[in-house]
């Protein structure tokens, strides 16, 4: 079992930059991909960035590639979100999220097994 705590949300203006973070306990954090999603009001949970276990791959939504990056501290047991470059359409609640290592897709919500309770990410115009 996993317990994730998300931090780091708030309110920021177009332009700007939050970093988020993630913190596990439970088992260790390396055995797992980790992620996160975001979810906007009257929108379904979108994929965001996820880092794999095995080999410390990246991947991106379209929608934050070369603004945001995903990154883990193993020996803290914490993976990051820097968020740059902050748009309106950012703004969301951002999900951690952790799966044990499987082939299926890691773009979908649906192959993660543990999630964190959300923080609110809220950027003005």
Sequence with gaps: QVQLVESGGGL????GSLRLSCAASGRTFSSYDTGWFRQAPGK????VA???WSDGNKYYSDSVKGRF?????????TVYLQMNSLKPEDTAVYYCAA????????YSS???????QGTQVTVSS
Excluded: C
């Excluded at 799966?99 to 890691?106: A, F, G, I, V």
């Design 44 to 47: 379904e949970r979108e994929f």
């Design 69 to 77: 990056t995903i990154s883990r501290d193993n020996a803290k047991n």
């Design 99 to 106: 799966r044990l290592p499987t082939d299926s897709n890691l």
């Design 12 to 15: 920021v203006q177009a332009g």
């Design 110 to 116: 649906n192959t993660y097994d543990f999630w964190g």
């Design 50 to 52: 996820t880092i794999t």
